[in-house]
């Protein structure tokens, strides 16, 4: 999967311009996310030195980003046109509901779990009821 993950909010708390203290387990699932195969772009406002102290700081805690505020290296910008991802998936303190445990986010990606199921199940104790899949036509 390829997985967009914001910095100030979501890997560290926001003291922007500084780097904030690091939220519990951040680097560690980032870390388990990487050795399970999964890509990660850093997605995030910082720019010049502040976003070379941020990467550098997240490569101090063994995390090193496929891309950075793009889907692949390689990728180039003219322009200033606006840059949208095409990723699987984005993590971020901003989402609706705000940022899971960073334990939870984990879960979710390795069990391919929307957070309404996740909930359903933590309020209710029941695992939700798997939709099953449509039947085309030619069957």
Same mark, same amino acid.
């Given at each position: +999967?390829?997985?967009?993950?914001?910095?100030?909010? /979501?890997?560290?708390?926001?003291?922007?311009?500084?780097?904030?203290? @690091?939220?519990?387990?951040?680097? #560690?699932?980032?870390? +388990?996310? *990487?050795?399970?195969?999964?890509?990660?772009?850093? $997605?995030?406002? %910082?720019?010049?030195? /502040?976003? @070379?102290?941020?990467? #550098? $700081?997240? %490569?101090?805690?063994?995390?090193?980003?496929?891309?950075?505020?793009?889907?692949?290296?390689?990728?180039?910008?003219?322009?200033?046109?606006?840059?949208?991802?095409?990723?699987?998936?984005?993590?971020?303190?901003?989402?609706?509901?705000?940022?899971?445990? $960073?334990?939870?986010?984990? @879960?979710?990606?390795?069990?391919? +779990?929307?957070? #309404?199921?996740? *909930?359903?199940?933590?309020?209710?104790?029941?695992?939700?009821? /798997?939709?099953?899949?449509?039947?085309?036509? $030619?069957?």
């Amino acid at each position: +999967m390829l997985i967009a993950v914001d910095f100030d909010g /979501t890997i560290v708390e926001h003291e922007y311009p500084r780097i904030g203290k @690091e939220r519990p387990f951040a680097t #560690q699932t980032l870390k +388990m996310l *990487l050795q399970d195969g999964h890509r990660l772009v850093l $997605w995030t406002n %910082r720019q010049g030195k /502040t976003l @070379e102290e941020a990467l #550098q $700081w997240c %490569r101090e805690r063994g995390v090193e980003f496929y891309a950075v505020n793009k889907c692949f290296p390689e990728e180039t910008f003219e322009h200033n046109e606006p840059r949208k991802l095409k990723v699987d998936l984005f993590i971020d303190d901003r989402n609706v509901g705000g940022l899971p445990e $960073w334990g939870v986010i984990y @879960e979710l990606v390795t069990k391919h +779990m929307s957070y #309404q199921d996740y *909930l359903v199940r933590e309020l209710t104790g029941e695992t939700p009821k /798997t939709k099953k899949k449509k039947k085309h036509w $030619w069957f």
